[in-house]
């Protein structure tokens, strides 16, 4: 009897988490032998100088009545600054 040459592959195995295990080739590639000390994940956790950068600026809050919160605010986006620039440029020619 001629062969079709299909492969009869084997059920895949799976942990109680779900993830599959005794996995040896992907996509009928060799899978590279990770030991434990090599390994680092792909993406995520610190990185030096990941993160905002300082700035030399406090945060604060404030409560205002909302007439006077939108009237701040108009006035920032007329002279095309933020909020926090208007203010404090006013504040300090006080």
Excluded: C
């Excluded at 009869?8 to 996995?23: E, N, R, V, W």
């Excluded at 009237?71 to 909020?83: F, N, P």
């Amino acid at each position: 009897m001629k062969t079709t040459g299909k492969r009869i592959h084997a059920k895949p195995a799976f942990d109680a988490d779900g993830y599959q295990t005794g996995m040896n080739t992907l996509n009928n590639e060799a899978l590279p032998a990770l030991d434990g000390a090599s390994w680092r994940p792909l993406h995520g956790g610190a990185r030096p100088g990941a993160g905002r950068k300082p700035s030399k600026r406090e945060p604060i809050t404030l409560r205002l009545r909302p007439v006077v919160a939108r009237k701040l605010r108009a006035a920032a986006k007329r002279e095309k600054v933020s909020t926090s620039d208007f203010a404090e440029r006013w504040l300090v020619d006080v």
